[in-house]
């Protein structure tokens, strides 16, 4: 997508919490990154990265005054595509609270551009957009729950980043139970695992942890596994 050329109207789909903000922003950013590595993962420090605005939120948009408000970002942002680079990228976060009218601003705006650029619409609710705004992009990307095994590498990478449940035994005790609570949710796991780890420690109390994340004793909950050891 990013090194395609020309201009892309891009669906960035799924479910809430999979990462689609975060991916989108590591898009934008190593879109403009003028130290990306060859994965074109940004650098993060580069004044472009440190620099570059390109998103809009488009929630809030039932409040008279945040309409308007959105409406004028997205006019600014629209008239000034692409004229100071030759090439600029725009993504809209929550896209399925665009009203129909800047739907169809989008869609005026996609049938007559025709410089390079990039603009994606990251939504949990593709059905509010408009067909035809649909049919417009040219690339459709869909984030599905992470199957276990992913979900357990996040995890172990956020113990190892923050130094948290260094013991073996007890971190996966506290990965069975946040996969019973955020099944395939990046986000919601590694939340879920900071909270376990600020609330109990290195040395939780198994018990208490499964209450607080499921409202089920251990002993219940061992129940729900076919090793009980586990």
């Given amino acids: ?51 570059r605005a390109g998103s809009v939120q488009a929630d809030d948009h039932h409040n008279l005054n945040a ?31 665009l009203t129909p009218n800047l739907q169809d601003r989008f869609l005026t705006f996609s049938e007559k551009y025709q410089r390079t650029g990039i603009i994606i619409f990251v939504t949990t609710e593709t ?15 869909v984030l599905s729950p992470l199957s276990r095994a992913l979900q357990s590498l996040l995890l172990d990478r956020v113990c190892a980043r923050e130094g948290v449940f260094p013991d073996l035994a007890i971190r996966e005790s506290v990965k069975h139970l946040i996969w019973r609570t955020a099944p395939g949710l990046g986000r919601d796991a ?4 900071q909270n376990a780890h600020q609330d109990h420690g290195d040395t939780p109390d198994l018990d208490a942890l499964s209450r607080d994340l499921l409202g089920l004793d251990f002993e219940a909950l061992c129940m729900l596994f076919k090793d009980a050891r586990t």
């Fill in 127 to 141: 059905n509010q957009l408009r067909s035809a705004l649909r049919g417009r992009a040219r690339d459709t990307i």
């Fill in 190 to 193: 590694v939340r879920l695992l």
């Fill in 67 to 97: 309409r308007n408000s959105l409406q004028d970002t997205i006019d600014e942002r629209l008239n000034h595509f692409g004229g100071d680079y030759n090439a600029d990228f725009l993504t809209i976060d929550e896209a399925h609270l």
């Fill in 1 to 51: 997508i990013l090194e395609g050329g020309g201009f892309r109207l891009v669906l960035l789909l799924g479910e809430s919490g999979l990462g689609k903000s975060t991916l989108m922003e590591i898009l934008r950013l190593g879109y403009f990154c003028s130290e990306a590595r060859i994965d074109l993962r940004p650098c993060g420090e580069c004044e472009n990265c440190t620099t």
